[in-house]
């Protein structure tokens, strides 16, 4: 943009101001056209396979279609579109951009000690325990909470329910095999985390991969679920659902509030991610804290 600041002559300075107007004016066109094409690219999305990705946060959806974008060597958000409703492949790799499945073994040390020393002791009261991962990605957070459940004897009354709208994601999570570079990193997150044991008693290592042993998957279910539009499946003692409520918007993020606290039974336990919050949700007065700072809740009525 041209800067008028210093110019002294008045009918240089107008015009001057007159062409900034018409850039602004150019730019708020391009960025109206631009809203225009992620709404109907979202809404053919949506239309033709189901996926509603319409209420996710505006500006993380648009660095993700412009990322698909460049990855497909395409020019615009409507080659994308056109693309994405003629080639099913092409909507596979959307599904992968747009799902950031980035996840880790004991992910936040603290949210799994907190798991040991406040949630286990109320569990241990329970004859039968289901648990609910919303949003598991690939697998780590389950089999972090396999073995700690498995290490705190209570895993055989256990079922975890591990769920993601992502079926190729939850494909790679059943399998349970992971880059056994990353399992250093783990080892010591394991043992942060009040780990009894050592993290390399729960898989075989085999030509650079970490393969989680069968006894930990066995109260496992995998399934896919859309938070978005299915609705609840059974009524939990512990939901799970960590960094998938920040990437939608207010609307959406409270209608998955109302889906997570109907789907807990009464004093269920409900695990947020670190930036994530029940404040200011429309459940805000029907839980109570476990533990703030690592985003532990209690549905009390
Ligand atoms: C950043 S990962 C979080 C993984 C894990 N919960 C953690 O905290 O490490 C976000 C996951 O949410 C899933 N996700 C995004 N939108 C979803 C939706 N509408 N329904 C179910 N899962 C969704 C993505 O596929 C991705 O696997």
Redesign the pocket.
């Known amino acids: 943009m041209v800067d008028s600041s210093n110019s002294q002559d008045p009918l240089i300075g107008t015009n001057i101001q007159r062409s900034n107007q018409q850039v602004l004016r150019l730019e708020q066109r391009n960025d109206d056209i631009e809203n225009i094409e992620i709404k109907l690219l979202l809404e053919g999305v949506y239309l033709h396979y189901g996926f509603?990705f319409r209420h996710?946060a505006p500006a993380s959806i648009k660095r993700r279609i412009w990322h698909c974008v460049r990855e497909e060597k395409l020019n615009s958000i409507s080659a994308l579109q056109e693309r994405l409703l003629y080639n099913s492949a092409c909507m596979e790799r959307f599904l992968l951009i747009?799902?950031?499945?980035?996840?880790?073994l004991f992910?936040d040390v603290g949210f799994y000690r907190v798991f040991r020393e406040k949630i286990v002791p109320r569990l241990r009261t329970y004859p039968f325990i289901r648990i609910w991962?919303?949003?598991?990605?690939?697998g780590?957070?389950v089999y972090s909470l396999a073995i700690l459940l498995q290490e705190e004897g209570l895993y055989d009354r256990v079922r975890l329910y591990a769920?993601?709208?992502?079926e190729v994601?939850l494909a790679r999570a059943r399998d349970g095999i992971y880059p056994l570079e990353k399992m250093m990193a783990y080892e010591k997150n394991y043992r942060s985390a009040g780990g009894k044991k050592a993290l390399t008693d729960y898989y075989t290592a085999q030509y650079g991969r970490a393969i989680f042993h069968g006894n930990l998957k066995k109260n496992i279910v995998w399934s896919q679920?859309?938070?978005?539009?299915?609705g609840s499946f059974n009524e939990f003692h512990v939901i799970?659902?960590?960094?998938?409520l920040i990437?939608?918007d207010q609307s959406l993020q409270e209608r998955v509030h109302k889906l997570l606290y109907n789907s807990l039974i009464t004093f269920g336990m409900l695990g947020l991610?670190q930036m994530e919050s029940i404040r200011f949700s429309p459940c805000e007065a029907n839980y109570g804290a476990i533990d703030s700072l690592e985003k532990w809740y209690s549905k009390i009525r």
């Open positions: 509603d996710y747009l799902s950031i499945n980035v996840t880790a992910r991962h919303a949003g598991c990605s690939s780590e957070e769920t993601d709208m992502n994601i679920h859309n938070l978005v539009t299915d799970l659902c960590r960094n998938v990437y939608f991610g």
